[in-house]
């Protein structure tokens, strides 16, 4: 089945430095990639999405590239900052009614 | 502001006690999701509602059930509740079927004593 798999946690950075977080996917057909962001005690914030080969979805300073040669969608941040710490779920979504299928998720700390 | 709604945030039930949680949207949105998030791990879907219609994941557990009274309101009812059963119990909501984002509830921290 499909299934998403993203770079383990803890990722710990200091405040200005780049972020990359890996995530790669399996899929039978043409899936619609997202990024969604958790902070402490709140739900789920959708961050990103693609919805096409090659679509860059950005916000907030993140950017993530659809590239379906290499099955991938990894989450970038030139300069990253202390109100960034999270957790951050890939994910995919395919089929009709929107299901999202998510990665195990990569908490992130910034350190001033 | 428009919003997803879950009650309570924090719920602790005994072994084998019934348990109802509750999720409200303003969103008018078709679609409700639940999803079971355990500890440190990825959200997982249970089931959906389209509308009135019911759509329950395969491997979702008998003892999961939902109720969707109306547009605005979902619950999910848990018959008889076991130690791993533990999770943080996410609500969700889209505008429609397809490639729309869904809008999360802050989540209802399930605990099983």
């Known amino acids: 089945g499909d299934s998403v798999t993203q770079m383990e946690g803890p990722v710990t950075l200091s405040e200005e430095a780049f972020l990359t977080i890996n995530c790669t996917y399996t899929?039978?057909?043409?899936?619609?990639l997202f990024w969604y962001v958790q902070y402490p005690g709140e739900g789920l914030q959708l961050l990103l999405k693609?919805?096409?080969?090659?679509d860059k979805g950005s916000n907030k300073g993140f950017e993530a590239t659809y590239r379906k040669e290499t099955t991938s969608f990894h989450l970038e941040k030139g300069s990253v900052q202390v109100s960034d710490s999270a957790v951050y779920f890939c994910?995919?979504?395919?089929?009709?009614?929107?299901?999202?299928?998510f990665g195990a998720g990569t908490r992130l700390a910034v350190h001033p | 502001d428009a919003m997803v709604i879950q009650n309570p945030r924090y719920q602790v039930t005994q072994f084998g006690k019934p348990v109802t949680l509750s999720c409200s949207q303003t969103?008018?949105?078709?679609?409700m999701y639940w999803y079971q998030q355990k500890s440190s791990q990825a959200p997982k879907l249970l089931f959906h509602?389209?509308?009135?219609?019911?759509?329950n994941e395969a491997d979702t557990p008998d003892n999961f059930q939902s109720r969707r009274p109306n547009t605005s309101f979902c619950f999910l009812d848990i018959r008889s509740p076991g130690l791993g059963d533990a999770a943080m119990y996410l609500c969700?909501?889209?505008?429609?079927?397809?490639?729309?984002?869904?809008?999360f509830g802050p989540g209802t921290r399930l605990t099983v004593t």
């Open positions: 969700a909501t889209s505008r429609d079927a397809g490639a729309y984002e869904q809008y």
């Open positions: 899929a039978t057909g043409y899936p619609s």
């Open positions: 693609a919805t096409k080969a090659d």
């Open positions: 994910a995919l979504s395919e089929g009709g009614y929107n299901k999202l299928i």
């Open positions: 969103l008018n949105h078709n679609v």
């Open positions: 509602y389209y509308d009135k219609d019911f759509n």
